[in-house]
């Protein structure tokens, strides 16, 4: 699966030198050559238009092209909170999707291992929400926690929430469609390495005298860490850089307005495109140094 | 928790253990008892249920039925982690994310006992591997792994050791310097070692007592030379080492013999080595104890005669050859011969009469299934 | 076995878990069949109305019909150029393999709000008009490396020894190729395939950034989300869910049924 992007299962091929020349440019150069033309030139064409000024000529939303390093302090200084809300939000949904993926998973690939039917009817009930369309689902939830649904009701009643206060359109929304959405995202990963675990290690530690919590520690979860490594890599990125669970039709309102929203409306409402690309070169910036900070903190540099 | 070192090992007692899983029955009645320093061999083929009184006994599986000592302690309900047994895993089970030095104190710092590291270096040292203190299991040789793993054990100290098959994975001259090694360092160390294998050699070399299981249940027990010299059952006879297996109805019986009848030949076995005195019964001997003859021998008091048969195949295996005699009515005889002279002594198609002291007879208290030809 | 915290706790954590994962679908299902008036907030009464009339309601299938046209021709083109580089980076040994390995990891690393943007300015930078075929150069590139992912996988595990008794067996290298390597990749680019064309048909925040004004279903889901969403929506969504779990259920089932058949040979 793709889930394991992130894993370090690149075995490398040392047992198989073969002949290289004509076939492999045929075989590469297709691929290849669409990636350069439709992800790293557009990466390119996003830092230029993110350079860019205003043309004095011009009409509304018309640029020109200019090296204005500018754009980027005018965007920090104005998106600041979004910014670091974005990367908030990032971090709690992923604290909590882990906190939630990582029983599920371990009995899925751990406790349910006699009963291999069985495994596989839960990892497609995993990966059910999948196969209903996102926003679809996320619009449900919405409904779910409406201001008029017996939910919101009943935790006014409760004196939880004030009569004038609602869960659509809060930080507390936000994170909980978020954490939903990308669920699935860290299971499968924290699966796959759980499924793999030799059981017989655990045994090993408890053998040697380690309590249960013990052998948890330090030996399930140091073994299942390339999987926690790439279930968090795989939920925080997307939820960094979503922008419809915090968007106001959605679950948020502009108070959870994230820096996916941002750039969505700068681009596509407001035609500013020098500060929606300089938004989308931090956001990008931002996540890349974070990634190889993190993988290289936690030991899996063959990721790369 | 066991926190102290033992100085020596304890024994073991398992009382009218029965496991059942779902579907069968691995153990059914089990009592054995493993006197406290002793090598000890569980001996059987696989699935007779001996890997899963190894699990018991390191609390890896709960009986059904059945309570389990240590050291005179009941630890029956006891958890893994709180049983002062440690156990050389078939696979060896060593800790990939963890480099050698830390597989072996692993144990230690778990039970917060002082220079963790000082004492699993020691451990190393005893093992010959203080060099791969540093390298990761995977870095490993298998015979080097195996080692890493019987340290990792023999550092805590247990009260009892279990091996579980620890030298299947390896090729068959590093298992035979790993019997001597390991037999060498439960001797120098005095801990009781119970070992699950299904090598009978191994078994035999290595074993102060072994135990041969079949289908959940001890079939024999004693020492290895008391098993091969009198097997007590047909599992045991043909388990351990080969036999040649004759069925009859006891027909007379002296003092301190009975004989039966088979085809024609009187064979006498002593009434001290004969599991049963009357009815059917089936007596063994050894192909090592039995020579044969191209003349009909005199008969005599002290010795069984059968014969005459037909040479029908020689096997060649270097020290000894194999000579199977085809005997009319009574079936295939198997006889070594040393290759002492020159070899072989006889060709194919020759008539052999076959003979062998009565001392070396054995009386089993079973008979062979019908489709197992003597 | 011991390691339990408890023996039902994981059980029931497990079943509240996939609960909670399956409410907002039991809800899409339930309210495919309100019988609702514009909007679909508040239940008013069971009809099947919507499923038997989906197409009455203006846009929803058009947009259906974008996206699976959409999903087809992505799937294909990505899943070709994939399964080709995933080959290559297996099978070969090369020079650039491991920035290769980078170009191929970055699109999955990306943001898709980056991804979006980037390719918007460039489609803006070259005049290119904004439509269907931009949606479709957009998919293709981030499913790409997806497939190569999935691909790669399958062809690890396959031992190099069958493509060699191959050769010995005197198929030259093209015969190698398609009787012996192809079939026995097969299951994976299939996955692949369903993979991309899933992604593709989901995908909703790139293809906003690409659409100009052709509809997909996402993005009409987006458009209606403001004034409210209609039933019929929800008539494509579960539609479309059920196909989705019937093809992974029929193809677990299958998978089943040929490892009981084999062991059952056993």
């Not at chain 1, 002949?19 to 990466?43: D, E, S």
């Not at chain 3, 491991?98 to 460039?122: H, K």
């Given at each position: 699966m793709?889930?394991?992007?992130?894993?370090?299962?690149?075995?490398?091929p040392?047992?198989?030198?073969?002949?290289?020349?004509?076939?492999?440019?045929?075989?590469?150069?297709?691929?290849?050559?669409?990636l350069?033309?439709?992800f790293?030139?557009?990466?390119?064409?996003?830092?230029?238009?993110?350079?860019?000024?205003?043309?004095?000529?011009?009409?509304?939303?018309?640029?020109?092209?200019?090296?204005?390093?500018?754009?980027?302090?005018?965007?920090?200084?104005?998106?600041?909170?979004?910014i670091?809300?974005?990367?908030g939000?990032?971090?709690?949904?992923?604290?909590l999707?882990?906190?939630?993926?990582?029983?599920l998973?371990?009995?899925?690939?751990?406790?349910?291992?006699?009963?291999?039917?069985?495994?596989?009817?839960?990892?497609?009930?995993?990966?059910?929400?999948?196969?209903?369309?996102?926003?679809?689902?996320?619009?449900?939830?919405?409904?779910?926690?409406?201001?008029?649904?017996?939910?919101?009701s009943?935790?006014?009643?409760?004196?939880?929430?004030?009569?004038?206060?609602?869960?659509?359109?809060?930080?507390f929304?936000?994170?909980?469609?978020?954490?939903?959405?990308?669920?699935?995202?860290?299971?499968?990963?924290?699966?796959?390495?759980?499924?793999?675990?030799?059981?017989?290690?655990?045994?090993?530690?408890?053998?040697?005298?380690?309590?249960?919590?013990?052998?948890?520690?330090?030996?399930?979860?140091?073994?299942?860490?390339?999987?926690?490594?790439?279930?968090?890599?795989?939920?925080?990125?997307?939820?960094?850089?979503?922008y419809?669970?915090?968007?106001g039709?959605?679950?948020?309102?502009?108070s959870?307005?994230?820096?996916?929203n941002?750039?969505?409306?700068?681009?596509?409402?407001?035609?500013?495109?020098?500060?929606?690309?300089?938004?989308?070169?931090?956001?990008?910036?931002?996540?890349l140094?974070?990634?190889?900070?993190?993988?290289?903190k936690?030991?899996?540099?063959?990721?790369? | 928790?066991?926190?102290?070192?033992?100085?020596?090992?304890?024994?073991?007692?398992?009382?009218q253990?029965?496991?059942?899983?779902?579907?069968?029955?691995?153990?059914?009645?089990?009592?054995l008892?493993?006197p406290?320093?002793?090598?000890?061999?569980?001996?059987?083929?696989?699935?007779?249920?001996?890997?899963?009184?190894?699990?018991?006994?390191?609390?890896?599986?709960?009986?059904?039925?059945?309570?389990?000592?240590?050291?005179?302690?009941?630890?029956?309900?006891?958890?893994?982690?709180?049983?002062?047994?440690?156990?050389?895993?078939?696979?060896?089970?060593?800790?990939?994310?963890?480099?050698?030095?830390?597989n072996v104190?692993?144990?230690?710092?778990?039970?917060?006992?002082?220079?963790?590291?000082?004492?699993?270096?020691?451990?190393?040292?005893?093992?010959?591997?203080?060099?791969?203190?540093?390298?990761?299991?995977?870095?490993?040789?298998?015979?080097?792994?195996?080692?890493?793993?019987?340290?990792?054990?023999?550092?805590?100290?247990?009260?009892?050791?279990?091996?579980?098959?620890?030298?299947?994975?390896?090729?068959?001259?590093?298992?035979?310097?790993?019997?001597?090694?390991?037999?060498?360092?439960?001797?120098e160390?005095?801990?009781?070692?119970?070992?699950?294998t299904?090598?009978?050699?191994?078994?035999?070399?290595?074993?102060?007592t072994?135990?041969?299981?079949?289908?959940?249940?001890?079939e024999?027990?004693?020492?290895?030379?008391?098993?091969?010299?009198?097997?007590?059952?047909?599992?045991?006879?043909?388990?351990?080492?080969?036999?040649?297996?004759?069925?009859?109805?006891?027909?007379s019986?002296?003092?301190?013999?009975?004989?039966?009848?088979v085809?024609?030949?009187?064979?006498?076995v002593?009434?001290?080595?004969?599991?049963?005195?009357?009815?059917?019964?089936?007596?063994?001997?050894?192909?090592?104890?039995?020579?044969?003859?191209?003349?009909?021998?005199?008969?005599?008091?002290?010795?069984?005669?059968i014969?005459?048969?037909?040479?029908?195949?020689?096997?060649f295996?270097?020290?000894?050859?194999?000579?199977?005699?085809?005997?009319?009515?009574l079936?295939?005889?198997?006889?070594?011969?040393?290759?002492?002279?020159?070899?072989?002594?006889?060709?194919?198609?020759?008539?052999?009469?076959?003979?062998?002291?009565?001392?070396?007879?054995?009386?089993?208290s079973?008979?062979?299934?019908?489709?197992?030809?003597? | 076995?011991?390691?339990?915290?408890?023996?039902?706790?994981?059980?029931?954590?497990?079943?509240?878990?996939?609960?909670?994962?399956?409410?907002?679908?039991?809800?899409?299902?339930?309210?495919?069949?309100?019988?609702?008036?514009k909007?679909?907030?508040?239940?008013?009464?069971?009809?099947?109305?919507?499923?038997?009339?989906?197409?009455?309601?203006?846009?929803v299938?058009?947009?259906?019909?974008?996206?699976?046209?959409?999903?087809?021709?992505?799937?294909?083109?990505?899943?070709?150029l994939?399964?080709?580089?995933?080959?290559?980076?297996?099978?070969?040994?090369?020079?650039?393999?491991?920035s290769i390995?980078?170009?191929?990891?970055l699109?999955?690393?990306?943001?898709?709000?980056?991804?979006?943007?980037?390719?918007?300015?460039?489609?803006?930078?070259?005049?290119?008009?904004?439509?269907?075929?931009?949606?479709?150069?957009?998919?293709?590139?981030?499913?790409?490396?997806?497939?190569?992912?999935?691909?790669?996988?399958?062809?690890?595990?396959l031992?190099?020894?069958l493509?060699?008794?191959g050769?010995?067996?005197?198929?030259?290298?093209?015969?190698?190729?398609?009787?012996?390597?192809?079939?026995?990749?097969?299951?994976?680019?299939?996955?692949?395939?369903?993979?991309?064309?899933?992604?593709?048909?989901?995908?909703?925040?790139?293809?906003?950034?690409?659409?100009?004004?052709?509809?997909?279903?996402?993005?009409?889901?987006?458009?209606?989300?403001?004034?409210?969403?209609?039933?019929?929506?929800n008539?494509?969504?579960?539609?479309?869910?059920?196909?989705?779990?019937?093809?992974?259920?029929?193809?677990?089932?299958?998978?089943?049924?040929k490892?009981?058949?084999?062991?059952?040979?056993?």
């Amino acid at each position: 699966m793709a889930f394991t992007a992130f894993g370090s299962n690149n075995r490398s091929p040392s047992n198989k030198p073969r002949r290289t020349g004509k076939v492999v440019i045929a075989l590469l150069a297709p691929g290849l050559a669409y990636l350069a033309m439709f992800f790293l030139t557009p990466l390119f064409a996003l830092i230029m238009v993110s350079l860019e000024t205003p043309d004095p000529a011009g009409g509304f939303a018309e640029y020109v092209p200019a090296f204005e390093f500018g754009n980027y302090a005018n965007v920090v200084s104005e998106y600041l909170p979004h910014i670091l809300r974005s990367f908030g939000y990032a971090l709690a949904a992923t604290v909590l999707a882990l906190l939630i993926s990582y029983p599920l998973a371990y009995f899925i690939g751990v406790k349910a291992r006699p009963w291999p039917m069985l495994q596989k009817l839960m990892l497609t009930l995993v990966i059910a929400p999948f196969f209903i369309s996102f926003l679809l689902r996320t619009l449900a939830w919405k409904q779910i926690f409406s201001n008029e649904s017996w939910i919101v009701s009943s935790l006014q009643d409760l004196g939880i929430l004030d009569q004038t206060q609602y869960v659509v359109g809060t930080p507390f929304m936000v994170i909980f469609g978020l954490t939903y959405n990308f669920i699935p995202f860290m299971t499968l990963p924290l699966y796959t390495s759980l499924e793999r675990l030799d059981t017989r290690y655990l045994e090993a530690g408890s053998d040697l005298y380690a309590t249960p919590a013990k052998v948890f520690r330090k030996v399930t979860l140091p073994l299942s860490m390339p999987g926690i490594i790439s279930g968090t890599l795989l939920t925080f990125i997307p939820i960094a850089g979503d922008y419809v669970n915090a968007s106001g039709d959605f679950l948020g309102s502009s108070s959870t307005a994230m820096i996916g929203n941002v750039i969505e409306s700068n681009y596509l409402q407001i035609n500013d495109y020098p500060s929606a690309s300089a938004l989308s070169v931090i956001l990008m910036g931002v996540i890349l140094v974070l990634v190889s900070v993190y993988v290289r903190k936690s030991g899996t540099e063959d990721l790369l | 928790m066991a926190k102290e070192f033992v100085a020596r090992g304890a024994d073991l007692e398992l009382k009218q253990i029965r496991k059942e899983f779902p579907g069968f029955v691995a153990i059914d009645n089990l009592d054995l008892h493993v006197p406290a320093g002793q090598f000890f061999a569980l001996l059987g083929p696989s699935g007779c249920g001996k890997t899963t009184s190894l699990r018991l006994v390191a609390g890896l599986e709960t009986p059904t039925k059945g309570k389990i000592f240590i050291g005179g302690k009941d630890v029956t309900s006891t958890k893994p982690h709180e049983r002062p047994v440690n156990t050389v895993f078939q696979s060896y089970a060593l800790f990939p994310h963890m480099s050698v030095l830390e597989n072996v104190a692993f144990g230690l710092r778990q039970r917060k006992i002082d220079n963790p590291l000082v004492r699993a270096k020691e451990a190393l040292n005893l093992v010959q591997l203080p060099h791969l203190a540093d390298r990761r299991p995977q870095q490993l040789s298998g015979g080097q792994q195996q080692r890493v793993a019987l340290a990792r054990a023999l550092v805590n100290r247990p009260s009892l050791l279990l091996l579980d098959e620890p030298l299947g994975a390896l090729d068959l001259k590093l298992r035979r310097e790993m019997q001597i090694e390991l037999k060498a360092i439960q001797m120098e160390v005095g801990l009781t070692f119970l070992h699950v294998t299904h090598d009978q050699e191994e078994a035999m070399d290595m074993a102060d007592t072994v135990a041969v299981m079949n289908l959940g249940h001890i079939e024999q027990m004693g020492a290895p030379e008391a098993l091969y010299d009198r097997p007590k059952t047909v599992f045991v006879s043909k388990f351990l080492g080969q036999s040649n297996l004759l069925v009859g109805e006891v027909t007379s019986s002296s003092a301190n013999s009975i004989s039966i009848e088979v085809a024609g030949n009187k064979i006498s076995v002593p009434k001290a080595r004969a599991e049963k005195h009357k009815g059917k019964i089936a007596i063994g001997f050894r192909p090592e104890k039995a020579t044969f003859l191209t003349k009909k021998p005199a008969s005599s008091a002290s010795t069984n005669v059968i014969g005459p048969g037909v040479i029908l195949d020689i096997r060649f295996t270097g020290t000894s050859n194999q000579y199977l005699i085809e005997v009319p009515e009574l079936g295939n005889i198997t006889v070594f011969a040393q290759n002492i002279g020159q070899s072989p002594v006889i060709q194919l198609g020759e008539q052999v009469w076959i003979s062998w002291a009565i001392e070396h007879s054995f009386g089993l208290s079973d008979l062979p299934a019908k489709s197992e030809k003597a | 076995m011991r390691f339990s915290l408890g023996k039902f706790t994981l059980p029931v954590y497990a079943v509240l878990a996939f609960i909670y994962l399956l409410i907002p679908i039991v809800y899409t299902f339930v309210f495919s069949f309100n019988n609702s008036l514009k909007t679909n907030l508040i239940w008013r009464g069971f009809t099947l109305d919507k499923w038997t009339n989906v197409c009455q309601r203006e846009g929803v299938c058009e947009a259906l019909s974008n996206s699976v046209m959409i999903g087809l021709i992505s799937t294909v083109v990505a899943t070709a150029l994939g399964t080709m580089i995933a080959i290559a980076l297996v099978r070969y040994r090369f020079k650039f393999r491991s920035s290769i390995n980078l170009l191929l990891f970055l699109p999955m690393a990306t943001p898709e709000v980056v991804l979006g943007a980037g390719l918007a300015s460039q489609f803006f930078n070259l005049g290119v008009q904004k439509g269907i075929w931009t949606i479709i150069i957009a998919h293709i590139m981030f499913c790409l490396s997806f497939v190569v992912v999935t691909v790669k996988a399958r062809v690890a595990s396959l031992d190099p020894a069958l493509e060699e008794a191959g050769r010995d067996l005197y198929a030259n290298p093209r015969q190698v190729f398609w009787r012996i390597t192809f079939p026995l990749l097969l299951p994976g680019i299939a996955s692949a395939a369903l993979l991309s064309f899933a992604l593709s048909f989901d995908d909703f925040i790139i293809t906003n950034f690409n659409a100009g004004s052709d509809m997909t279903f996402p993005r009409y889901v987006y458009t209606a989300a403001a004034r409210g969403v209609p039933a019929e929506a929800n008539v494509v969504g579960c539609a479309v869910f059920l196909l989705a779990i019937l093809i992974v259920l029929s193809t677990q089932i299958r998978g089943e049924v040929k490892r009981r058949r084999l062991a059952k040979k056993h």
